[in-house]
């Protein structure tokens, strides 16, 4: 069982940075996959960036590849998102997820989700 709570999110201007934090409670961090996912009002929840239980392998959505960094301390059980270069159309909640499985997937595949976190890039 994980339960994750976020937290970094808030407005920006184009340009800027944030760094979105994800934490997750129990002592089994390491044994699942994270990702970050986001969802913009009237739109789909989208994949954003994935890193596995190690850390040692990352995937990214091409339109934040370059700017985006997923990371995570194992040791603090948190994950984190760098946002940089954002831009207006990058205005969404996002939400951090868990999994078990090896690869990224798709949302559905997630077992464990965070509340969200709101994100505003001004222009």
């Known amino acids: 069982q994980v339960q994750l709570v976020e937290s970094g999110g808030g407005l920006v201007q184009a340009g800027g940075s944030l760094r979105l934090s994800c934490a997750a409670s129990g002592r089994t961090f390491n044994n699942y996959a994270m990702a970050w996912f986001r969802q913009a009002p009237g739109k789909e929840r989208e994949f954003v960036a994935f890193i596995t239980r190690s850390g040692s392998s990352t995937n990214y959505a091409d339109s934040v590849k370059g700017r985006f960094t997923i990371s995570r301390d194992n040791a603090k059980n948190t994950v984190y998102l760098q946002m940089n270069s954002l831009k207006p159309e990058d205005t969404a909640v996002y939400y951090c997820?868990?999994?078990?499985?090896?690869?990224?997937?798709?949302?559905?595949?997630?077992?464990?989700w965070g509340q969200g976190t709101q994100v505003t890039v001004s222009s």
């Open positions: 997820a868990a999994r078990s499985g090896t690869y990224w997937g798709t949302q559905y595949d997630y077992d464990y």
